[in-house]
């Protein structure tokens, strides 16, 4: 039972264009939700997140939306550079789940010159 | 100065083996945790520890255990080794298991069971 879903394996984007990757969750009891960047053969980065009382998250080129209604949330990048190509996971957690964070299968980002 | 650092990074051993893997954190977290990442790529929690103390066991095999001497270390010890453990671990810390911090990651434990 797969809580949180990234149905994208891959995106292929321009340089200089927006990235949008989405990530859907199930459990209506998740109330914090981050972004991870990984590289090969390194650990997952922390990229930003958001709290499930706020609708939007933005941090330099990154944003993150949240739709609790519709339970799906979203990572734009604006502009893309070619170092943003990574596996990025979208990651939830419970309030009452002692910092246990449940992850997405993950989405390949491929920025292109 | 590598926040948190677990080792080896590879470990190729055979069916029935003992192994352990180690990982050390030094942003003075309270709370650190094993996953695992399978051939699917899902990152599964394992076990959490809160200053030493065992917070989260997520039905794992009771061949994997998880010891923590004091908050900035979690090893992980894993007794008679099976094909299915064939995995990536990934060591991670956060500030404490309350609030809204992120944890932070080693780079990994590419562990293979010939």
């Known amino acids: 039972d797969q809580q949180v879903k990234q149905n994208s394996p891959s995106l292929s984007v321009q340089e200089g264009r927006i990235s949008i990757l989405n990530c859907d969750y199930t459990?209506?009891?998740?109330?914090?939700f981050l972004w991870y960047k990984k590289y090969p053969a390194e650990g997952p980065t922390f990229l930003i997140s958001?709290?499930?009382?706020?609708d939007k998250n933005e941090d330099g080129r990154f944003t993150v939306f949240l739709n609790k209604s519709a339970k799906h949330l979203s990572l734009h990048i604006v502009p893309s550079q070619p170092g943003d190509s990574a596996v990025y996971f979208c990651?939830?957690?419970?309030?009452?789940?002692?910092?246990?964070?449940?992850f997405g299968q993950g989405t390949i980002l491929t920025v292109h010159p | 100065d590598t926040a948190v650092s677990q080792t080896p990074k590879y470990l190729v051993t055979q069916m029935g083996n003992d192994k352990s893997i180690k990982c050390e954190q030094n942003?003075?977290?309270?709370?650190m945790y094993w996953y695992k990442q399978d051939s699917k790529k899902f990152l599964k929690i394992m076990f959490s520890?809160?200053?030493?103390?065992?917070?989260i066991n997520e039905t794992v095999p009771n061949r994997f255990s998880p010891k923590s001497p004091d908050k900035a270390h979690l090893n992980l010890h894993i007794n008679s080794l099976e094909l299915g453990d064939s995995a990536v671990y990934f060591c991670?810390?956060?500030?404490?298991?309350?609030?809204?911090?992120?944890?932070?990651f080693g780079d990994g434990t590419r562990l293979s069971i010939l």
């Open positions: 520890y809160n200053n030493k103390e065992l917070i």
């Open positions: 991670a810390s956060s500030q404490d298991l309350n609030g809204n911090q992120p944890q932070h």
């Open positions: 958001i709290s499930s009382i706020k």
């Open positions: 942003l003075g977290h309270d709370t």
């Open positions: 459990n209506s009891m998740f109330d914090y």
């Open positions: 990651a939830a957690r419970r309030v009452d789940s002692y910092g246990k964070l449940t």
